[in-house]
Nanobody, 121 residues
Framework: QVHVVESGGGLVQAGGSLRLSCAAS????????MAWYRQAPGNERELVAN???????NYADSVKGRFTISRDDAKNTVYLQMNSLKPEDTAVYYC???????????????WGQGTQVTVSS
């Protein structure tokens, strides 16, 4: 009953920019945190950036200064602005929403299906 959908991925040359969007919908009642993860073939899924309910943000060292995470509470949407993209940023990017459904008393993670980002050299 809670759905998380990413969009905005694509193919871009090194040095270019993309903006990813992730919208949570359905019976979600409260969101504690939103995050972006990524996974390249043969690699483990890694945290790229997150934003918690207070608005505080965290970034992986590899993307600091290049990526910016933000949110729109009214739309239950989180964004990832990616600038100065590098080939090593190529991965499937997944959105994670830590929230509570209208049926539950506890928070749990909800995952999107991912969006492909490919950066060519």
């Amino acid at each position: 009953q809670v759905h998380v959908v990413e969009s905005g991925g694509g193919l871009v040359q090194a040095g270019g920019s993309l903006r990813l969007s992730c919208a949570a919908s359905g019976s979600i009642f409260s969101i504690a945190a939103m995050a972006w993860y990524r996974q390249a073939p043969g690699n483990e899924r890694e945290l790229v950036a997150n934003i918690i309910s207070t608005g505080s943000t965290n970034y992986a060292d590899s993307v600091k200064g290049r990526f910016t995470i933000s949110r729109d509470d009214a739309k239950n949407t989180v964004y990832l602005q990616m600038n100065s993209l590098k080939p090593e940023d190529t991965a499937v990017y997944y959105c994670n929403v830590v929230g509570r459904s209208t049926r539950a008393q506890t928070f749990q993670p909800y995952w999107g299906q991912g969006t492909q980002v490919t950066v060519s050299s």
